[in-house]
């Protein structure tokens, strides 16, 4: 048994001050104030020396660390996320791979998972097949042609029942035909928003059919101009306008991808429980070439393909933790819900994950004020 004193718990609507966390093997036993529990003898005591408890974070929609996609070096993005907080990520696949590197993608992923530290790879997230054609790195897209199942099929039949998340583009034809065979394939699919300039209602006709959750709001594409005087709705519109959909947020600390005012605007809307905090890390491709010039601004802690555009991140939930804390009034029970229990219940693993309470897995990683993580405990057991 194990017991972490002196320390501030941050739970879903509040914080307990000079709190202790109770937990044997891989659960939580006790979550309550110090001078509330007798902790028993022979428990092995930890001390946070007033640091904050906090849930492990959960990245829903991460491609790999600077140095390595996860298809390709699974290790090494385990250890470099899980060191900064991260004790739950759904790798992502793109649209530049081919659906036979995607379902040997998958094969390794699911095999490195059953190791020490790979047990964090709770499933897949998919940018493929089917957003728009536009985008970073579309030099390489392999699924630019028109939507057919004798292209998807196999795909679909070898890793839909280990995806957890797909991202479609609305406006695609016969984007409906492959959602459908999905769900199909596995009734629990869940879908997004991704790249596409679709308009608002080509977002209706296809929210009904699993749509829960739109891939990095703000920065997903624009609908068409209706005429001088008026932009068109699309998919961020529809996002804000519909109560059930979560909306996914890139938070790094110039502004770039969301400025601060956006990032404000966006969670009032929405409410903090349908705010979902993601990483996007993706690793360098190429040498960065400066094009302020079309638009495209720098910032330290994004990635950018060989031809300067924006092509994710190479933020950390962590730091995206402490970017919304320093922009926005929201603290820390909120970040944490941003960066935990939201996207937790989005995948449906929030009765074991995404919170300190009493019964979860023990997933508790330790910070200071500014969301610098100390420690880190993967069910139970302290790895860095």
Known sequence: MKAIINTNIILEKGIIFDGVILFENDRI???????DIEIPTSTDIIDANGLFSSPGLIDIHNHGSENNFFIDNPE????????????????????TYT????????????????????????????????????GSNMALFKWADE???SKYKELVDNIANYVKVWAIDPARKNIIEFMNYVKSVNSNAIFAFGHSGATSEQCEKVANLGVKVQTHHGDSG????????????????????????????????????????????????????????ISDSYPKTGDYTNAE??????????????????????????????????????????VVRMASLNPAKLIGIDKDYGSIEEGKIADIILVDSAFNVKKVFLEGKQIF
């Open 147 to 149: 939507i057919h199942i």
């Open 29 to 35: 036993l006790k979550v309550c104030k110090m001078v």
């Open 293 to 334: 010039e079309k638009g495209v601004k720098w910032g330290p802690d994004l990635n950018y393909d060989p031809e300067g555009w924006l092509a994710g991140s190479h933020l950390t939930l962590d730091s995206a933790c402490r970017n919304v804390m320093s922009y926005t009034p929201y603290g820390m029970c909120n």
């Open 99 to 134: 659906a036979q590197e995607m379902i040997l993608g998958c094969e390794k992923l699911k095999e490195f998972s059953k190791t020490s530290k790979g047990k964090i790879i709770k499933g897949l997230y998919m940018e493929a097949p089917y957003m728009r054609s536009g």
């Open 76 to 95: 090494e993005c385990c250890n470099h996320f899980l060191m900064h907080g991260q004790t739950t990520v759904l790798p992502t696949f793109y649209q």
């Open 222 to 277: 624009k609908p068409p101009k209706i005429n001088q005087g008026r932009h068109g709705a699309g998919c961020d519109e529809y996002t804000l306008c519909n109560p059930d959909i979560y909306a996914e947020l890139i938070c790094d600390q110039n502004g770039v991808h969301l400025s601060p005012y956006t990032i404000n605007s966006v969670i009032r809307a929405k409410g903090v429980e349908k705010i979902i905090l």
